[in-house]
């Protein structure tokens, strides 16, 4: 695990390189505006489908993928792969259809607060970040796949190939304003999930077994099923969390959303080295060491990742206080002056400071997914959207970074959860594995 760890870890790295270099781009042509609010604010209801999906399709894929494959049932592994990708690919388009044609419904709620100048952008953006629904839950469940044959490192460099293609269009059309924008988004990700495709087709994820007789795997379906309808609840909420700060950010007025955003972004990108661009490995892991009962490597996994989230979250706390608004002032020019820069910077900072907690919550939740234990999941993801609001409330007097101060406390507050329930649960579990070696 550890060779895959750092393999996608320095993939991942490079494809938030090829990101950043987008950012930059952003940052000339748009700078911090009701533009780039409206844009952003377009792609959180996307961004919010597409989070669920993709938790479902972690929740069922790979404890019931994991346990076909230690049967020995590779054909029937196989073709639970497939029912997975291309029922995801239905339903992701059915919800792109239904959202576009209720748009006129919903739309006006997204964020009712926002200028006039933010809502037209919102409104012509929106019919571009639709698709995204579909193209996330295509190229999301063909990279778990690779990431269960041990190729995940394609999925990870896909982003590389969205990030060049969109900032190349940008940079030749940069008249283009935020139809160039919207549309360097979609064929960026087009591309992305094209990679991943491509790549698990030449695994022979899309062969035909010469075998007369195919395997059934309805229990395998209503296992699925089952793992993704408990965890629903759960990552619904979770992902609303998510998906509310850029909302709650909104009502600080124009360039609020904006500073946020780029922040965001940057954090993002630590955050997707870190622990979400391993996550599949981590999950592929956890769920093949769940399955064989291996407790102890488990619990030592999660003391190594919990000591190197703390440092990689320090570390990153002090650069970006001493560092940020420095380093975003000599790398970003055009439309975004030093003004922005100070002010992207506060956000970035708070954000950096719940940077160690974001990673190791990430592996743990990789442990929860791993072990089907959703009732717990539920439960965190309760406790993070009741302590956003919470920290979000208390922390009002610091302005607009009191969203991302709240985030990261909601972060903390999240783990203390899981630290309470982790330990005891470990150890019963030892218990029970060397009571059944002992059988």
Known sequence: MRKQLIAVAIVTGIAQLAAFVKVWVIARLFGVGAELDGYNLAFVAPTLISGILSGMVQASLFPVRARLAAQGNEEQA??????????????????????????ALWLPWLVPSATPA?????????????PLIALNAIGDTAGYILA?????????????GNALVGSALLLAWPSGGLLCLALSTILGLFIQVGICVTALAQTGCFSRYTKSV?????????????????????????????????????????????????????HQAAVQIFAIGIAPVLLARFAALSAARDWAVIRLALVQAAAWSLVIGA???????????????SVFSGRFDGLAAERV?????????????????????????????????MLFAIVQCLSL????????P????????????????????NLVLLPGRLRDSSRDSMATTAT
């Open 78 to 103: 196989v073709r639970f792969e497939r029912l997975v990708l291309w029922g995801m690919a239905v339903i992701g388009t059915l919800l792109v259809f239904g959202l576009f044609l209720s748009r």
């Open 315 to 329: 570390l990153a706390s002090v650069a970006v206080l001493f560092l940020g608004a420095p380093f975003l002032s």
């Open 118 to 130: 933010v809502q037209r952008a919102l409104t012509f953006v929106m019919p571009f970040s639709l």
């Open 398 to 417: 610091l302005g607009e970074v009191a969203v991302a101060a709240s985030v990261s406390a909601s972060s903390f507050v999240t783990i203390a959860f």
């Open 214 to 266: 195919t395997p059934r795997i309805d229990s395998a379906v209503k296992e699925g099923a089952k793992l993704s309808l408990w965890i629903l609840p759960a990552i619904a909420i979770s992902n609303l969390a998510a998906s509310l700060p850029p909302v709650l950010v909104g009502t600080y007025g124009e360039g609020a959303v904006s500073a946020f955003g780029y922040a965001n972004r940057l």
């Open 345 to 377: 910077a506060d956000h970035w900072f708070w954000f950096s400071a719940g940077l160690g907690f974001f990673i190791f919550g990430g592996v743990l939740a990789r442990f929860w997914q791993a072990s089907g234990r959703s009732a717990l999941l």
């Open 389 to 396: 609001l919470a920290s979000f409330s208390l922390l009002a």
């Open 148 to 160: 269960m044959r041990n190729r995940y490192w394609i999925a990870a460099s896909a982003p590389i």
